[in-house]
């Protein structure tokens, strides 16, 4: 599979950047954005990278240090946001006192603060986009785990462009890859021979999300493909049945479907 004409389909189809937008791609080290920081600067589009420093140990000191090199050999700019500097704390100590507090699982925690984190960094560099590296089949286990959680509206807000300019307050989010199999991204990195890890994060394991990432390695990508394109197609009419309002959280004033947003519902408990 030629993943560079996908991209460009992907991006083409669902008018997901434009050349004069300013692209932040959020890298976490891995292969997926690694490879769509690649691919986006091949095609010709303006990027730059930015990065948290989650404290994740040797793990994250390497991903960090491989992410300087890969952007400084692109001539791409790159930010590392640390994460101790934006809320006192590296990820490990978020994640356990939020499993002890409110036996919140690793997965859930860490993605509601990288989605926070890189919200408010996008919209400080100027993003008209904000990309991440999210693929095939991390949405086809999106559209499972709601679904098995007995909660598909859950999924309301699943799309190749999530947010937008009309949505106030959020850079808006786009995914060149969704409909890309990680394991094309794979023999990409591979072939392409990226100086990356890649391994999976050492903290995930035990949760919901690994469990069904590990059972879902028995359907074909073709399975996978019918999962996300069948569940995009239900899309448009669960969003207008079930959108909620974006407000402004009353305590970091972040956008938000209520009062006060997922992140600062996390975070006030390792504040105390
Ligand atoms: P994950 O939640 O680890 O599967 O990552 C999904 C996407 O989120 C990645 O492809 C990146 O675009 C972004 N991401 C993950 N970790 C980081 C990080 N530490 N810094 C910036 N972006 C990240
Ligand atoms: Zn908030």
């Known amino acids: ?8 389909e992907t991006i ?6 434009k050349k004069t937008d300013n692209v932040v791609v959020a890298l976490s080290g891995g292969k997926d954005s ?8 091949k095609l010709g589009y303006k990027v730059q990278g930015l990065m948290i ?17 890969f952007c400084k050999g692109l001539g791409v700019p790159l930010t590392i946001v640390d994460l101790k500097k934006e809320l ?13 507090q409110k036996n919140l699982t ?9 989605r926070w984190v890189l919200n408010k960094w996008a919209k400080k560099l100027g993003a008209d986009k904000l990309v991440t590296g999210h693929n095939l089949d991390d949405e086809a286990q999106n559209v499972l785990m709601n679904f098995l959680k007995g909660n598909v509206l859950l999924g309301v807000n699943s799309s ?3 947010g937008g300019k009309e949505v106030k307050g959020f850079a808006q989010r786009v995914k060149p890859f969704f409909f890309t199999p990680e394991s094309e991204i794979l023999k990409y990195a591979k072939n392409k021979k990226f100086k990356i890890l890649f391994d999976k994060c050492p903290c995930a394991f035990g949760t919901y999300r690994v469990e069904t990432r590990d059972w879902m390695d028995s359907i074909s990508e073709k399975e996978k493909k019918d999962i996300v394109t069948n569940f995009q197609k239900r899309v448009p009419s669960l969003r207008r049945d079930n959108q909620k309002k974006i407000m402004e959280c009353t305590v970091c ?8 947003c997922n992140a600062c519902k996390i975070f006030v408990h390792i504040r105390r």
């Open 1 to 8: 599979m030629d993943i560079e004409k996908q991209v460009k």
């Open 12 to 17: 083409q189809k669902y008018n997901l950047i």
């Open 34 to 41: 690694t490879s769509i920081l690649y691919i986006l600067h």
């Open 53 to 69: 420093d989650l404290y994740l140990g040797n793990w994250s000191k390497i991903h960090n240090e491989n992410m300087k090199q």
């Open 88 to 100: 006192g704390q590296g990820i490990c100590f978020i994640k356990s006192v939020l499993k002890k």
């Open 106 to 114: 690793g997965c859930t925690v860490c993605g509601i603060t990288k």
């Open 160 to 162: 190749p462009a999530t």
């Open 253 to 260: 004033k972040e956008p938000s479907r209520s009062t006060i």
